[in-house]
């Protein structure tokens, strides 16, 4: 994949697309968004989860995509979500209704998990 934006370090980052980048194999365009911290059962925290994915999606469907990189423009998309840690029960089942009103959207969507045990 060839990146275009760094990785965001913003504490709140609900409007922040973390890294947007082309994958060579599938054409897709791709919004990257990393979540490091361990998750921690709160309202809050999915509430913030689900804001995020907002962002996104408006991004991808209310033009600013094609505004930002016209190249994309029409090309298929996936939001991929990078975790340092797995996901908590709640944090799933969320992530389970996003992926499935994405799929309305014609939008991909992909967890992610690169937590390492020692």
Known sequence: ?????????????????????????????????????????????????????????????????????PAAAGRPARIELRCGHLPDTRALELLGMIHDQLAFQEIRMEVVVAETHV
Do not use: C
């Open 1 to 69: 994949m060839r990146l275009k934006h760094q990785k965001s370090k913003i504490k709140n980052r609900a409007g922040v697309i973390d890294v947007i980048a082309q994958d060579s194999n599938t054409g897709e365009v791709v919004l990257v968004m990393n979540e490091p911290e361990p998750w921690d059962d709160s309202d809050e925290r999915l509430l913030a989860l689900q804001e995020r994915f907002n962002a996104y999606v408006s991004f991808l469907l209310d033009g600013e995509m094609a505004e930002t990189n």
